[in-house]
């Protein structure tokens, strides 16, 4: 059951941890904050996180699974020596994507996207900048998540070697 358990969070944590990292390069190559803070109300997006158009409805699935999922992992697969290194590294790297996106969510996307008001180029410039850094720590955080996530797995228990009967 334990050992199921580690597997199933481990999944987890790869799916949600991939649709991160894919969401978020995305956001960054198609340069889905430029677009959505200078839309004004065209979008609605200045209405609500989760209005039309927004990227929040993209991540509300499985951004609240991301960090538990890597979380439960560590702690059900604990008991693999070869693989706790990279677990412990893997729920790291969640934790800090996870951080960053907690300060943009509260810090940076709320005067960009959801002023009663289109920003003005001063204003706007900066939290655009701050929001590309910000990302790009999220993109590194889940790349690491991810590579420890597929590291942990294949330093995973190892069926048993078949051998031939007397």
């Known amino acids: 059951m334990h050992k199921r358990l580690a597997e199933v969070s481990l999944a ?7 649709h991160w990292f894919f969401g978020n390069l995305y956001e960054a190559v198609v340069k889905v904050p430029h677009r959505v803070s200078g839309s004004g109300d065209g ?18 699935p499985f ?5 538990p999922a890597a979380a439960l992992a560590l702690a059900a697969g604990w008991n693999r020596p070869g693989g706790r290194p990279w677990l412990v590294t ?7 994507g996870s951080a960053a996106t907690a300060y943009l969510l509260r ?4 005067p960009l996207f959801f002023g009663p008001k289109p920003l003005s180029e001063m204003r706007r410039k900066p ?3 701050r929001w590309y850094r910000i990302n790009a720590l999220r993109l ?8 420890a996530i597929d590291r942990a797995r294949l330093a995973g228990p190892r069926p048993p070697e078949c051998t031939p009967g007397p």
Do not use: Q
């Not at 987890?12 to 991939?18: G, Q, R, S, V």
């Not at 200045?46 to 991540?59: K, N």
């Not at 951004?63 to 960090?67: L, Q, S």
């Not at 590194?140 to 590579?147: D, I, R």
């Open 90 to 96: 893997a729920a790291a790297a969640s934790a800090a």
């Open 43 to 60: 979008l609605g997006l200045r209405r609500s996180p989760l209005g039309t158009g927004s990227p929040g409805r993209y991540y509300a």
């Open 140 to 147: 590194a955080a889940s790349a690491v998540a991810l590579v």
């Open 127 to 129: 939290l655009l900048a």
């Open 12 to 18: 987890a944590a790869e799916f949600t941890h991939a």
């Open 63 to 67: 951004a609240p699974v991301t960090f």
């Open 107 to 110: 810090s940076v996307n709320p």
